[in-house]
């Protein structure tokens, strides 16, 4: 498992990109993608770049996450 480079949340730049979001995740760029395919996911193509709003992960996370609040 990769370990992150970030310390807390605040750290974390306002849009994430595929590498940042892989790395934070601890997952493999291939797996970010795939993560970023999914219908509910927070992503947003700029161009041919694609980020991830770090609010909007947040959320994301939380309601995916069992006993949370979504």
Known sequence: MK???Y???DDL???LNMKQLSDLLGI???SAYE????EDFPSLRIGKRIVVPKEEL?????AHT???QG
Do not use: C, F, H, N
């Open 66 to 68: 069992k006993g949370g």
């Open 58 to 62: 947040r959320r994301w996370i939380s």
């Open 28 to 30: 493999s760029d291939a």
């Open 3 to 5: 370990k992150s480079i």
């Open 35 to 38: 993560l970023v395919q999914e």
């Open 7 to 9: 310390k807390s949340y």
């Open 13 to 15: 730049p306002l849009m």
